[in-house]
């Protein structure tokens, strides 16, 4: 389904104008009939002017029909007897067909910010009736859909949690409204199913051995420390989806990441026993390198001659006390060295 803009019915105002002539017209006729065959007597002319009076006075409402106002970045898309005629872009006051119908399969389906897609009642109030009276024109604003947290499998079967806010707008209303169903479900439905093929090609942390680029060489992508790169692969593959529906994906962020409930304690744990094997080994290299340090001091000032056994005594006892975790505890030796 192609676009077409209906850029020749900005004219709203003058149709408004003789509509409301017409229809003061058809009542003066009324009148005027009236009193002349009160007077007069009946004739034709009072006949013709009385019937098509009547028959304008009765009817006359249904250009009103045809009056449409439109603000800053709405569009509305007209339909006639199930023909599409075109498309009403941008602010104005315009005068269409009476018959002609606006269009919006997705009137009554509202995107939270939670990302739910939700259907007003079958028996809706006053106040919805309003909302979906607004709803059949379709906004071109720029919006942003904050799907709900989806629990998904990464490239080592670990399950996350995650969450992405999509910023988007319709860019052909045509394809919006024919093509597709309801665009605003079809957006929600294809940002699920494109997050989850992104993520599983992802681990959630660095992990050796894997390729989520697909060059077969291993790098160090991850959701938890690529999230530019994932963000923008999943922009890539919701806008190759959604084309076919006029809308256009300006953005997507990841908005939430963690490990699921049922495995997040065990993952904290390796992260800290990580985290302490780390600092283990800081330390370790750091009391090695002060060791061999305070041993070339005292060779080179000759403070102290230390035979091969002494030596060894004084690298484990330095070694203890700068890789302990608890404060050494002096011991004086008052005898003799040897």
Partial sequence: MKEKI????????PALIIIILLY????????????SLEFNGANVLNVIALVFGIIWVVVGWIPFTGLKVLQPQEALV???????IGT??????????PFCVGVNPAARTRLNQSGDVTELAQNPSKNDIQIEMVSKKLSLKVMTLNNNRQKINDCLGNPVEISIAVTWRIVDTAKAVFDVDNYKAFLSLQCDSSLRNIVRIYPYDVAP????????????GSLRGSSEIVAARIKDEIQSKVSQAGLEILDARITYLAYAP????????????SAVIDARKMIVDGAVGMVEMALERLGENQVVTLDEERK???????LVVLC?????QPIVNSGSLY
């Avoid at 003061?24 to 009193?35: F, K, P, Q």
């Avoid at 007209?78 to 599409?84: A, I, M, Q, V, W």
């Avoid at 049922?262 to 026993?273: K, N």
Wanted: charged fraction near 20%.
């Fill in 209 to 220: 051995n894997v390729d989520t680029t697909g060059d077969g060489i291993a790098d160090d």
């Fill in 312 to 318: 060894a005594a004084m690298v484990s006892n330095l």
């Fill in 24 to 35: 003061l017209a058809g009542i003066a006729a009324i009148v005027w009939a009236a009193c």
């Fill in 78 to 84: 007209l339909t006639l007897f199930g023909e599409y």
């Fill in 6 to 13: 209906l850029n020749n019915k900005k004219n709203g105002l």
């Fill in 324 to 328: 302990g975790n608890r404060d050494a």
């Fill in 88 to 97: 009403l872009k941008g602010e104005g006051f315009y005068f269409v067909n």
């Fill in 262 to 273: 049922e495995i997040a304690a065990a993952m904290l744990q390796r992260q800290q026993a």
